[in-house]
């Protein structure tokens, strides 16, 4: 039978992370099917299990001097009923096209980020948003920005005895968020191409504009080229603006969901919605 732990302290849980390395676990949304489909295939799961569910100060989004701190622990539903400005449209948004409601009952936006998958729906707005993330261990705590803690497919800058305790979110006052995606049905769906992006405006042009892109790379990305490209545009216009050239960064794949070709022109329609949704 695998260790299984479930302390009531961070301290204590850190300590428990550090010595037997054990996998935290928080909703399970993620770890759980995955422990149920090597059961399937007769292989045994050894990995100790590190439960956070007891752990104080890991849930719920406290407004801060800098911005906002959203616990490791909280839930989609907390993300998309909590009352928050225009800036966080975008991952409230996304909140509630994460799986089905029982997911977002459980799901949190800690293991979203952690797990590093390219369609987490989660990941591109964090990086619209400038998100940094909180690690902690025994020997302290550390931030650093979630575009350098995504290190690849499904790999993160996480170390050993790490914990994910926080995402930060820096104030950007008048600025708004949204989210776009794409999938083969409405709800229930792993995206084919995604795009957040969180602008701010000033006397009806684009003062600032933070884009990112999920499922079209092995990470989700940033577009500088056209964060550029939108500044000083009319607001109106905006959605004009996205070429080919800017998405020369991305490298979709060919899978069962969707071709290269196709992510492709997905991920360019996609930008254009979601930057006239600011218009309108």
Known sequence: MMP???PRSLADALALRAATGALPLAGGTDIHPLRTARAAWGEPW???ILDLSAVPGLDGITETAEG???GARTTWTTIAETSLPPLFDGLRAAAREVGGRQVQNRGTIAGNLVTASPAGDGIPNLL?????????????TRRMPVADFITG??????????????LHIPRDDGARGRFVK?????????????????????DGRIAQARIAIGACSPVAQRLPELEAALRDVELARAATVPRAAHLATL???SDIRASTEYRQNAALALLRDLLAGFAA
Not at 182 to 202: D, K, T
């Open 4 to 6: 299984y732990h479930r």
């Open 46 to 48: 050894r990995t100790p």
């Open 68 to 70: 906002w701190r959203i």
């Open 128 to 140: 619209a948003l400038d998100a940094s993330v909180e690690l902690s261990a025994t020997t302290g």
């Open 153 to 166: 497919y499904r790999a993160t800058a996480l170390a050993p005895g790490e914990i994910v305790t926080a």
């Open 182 to 202: 794409l999938g083969a049905r409405r709800y229930l769906v792993i995206s084919i191409a995604m795009a957040a992006a969180v602008l701010r405006s000033e």
């Open 251 to 253: 490298a979709p794949i």
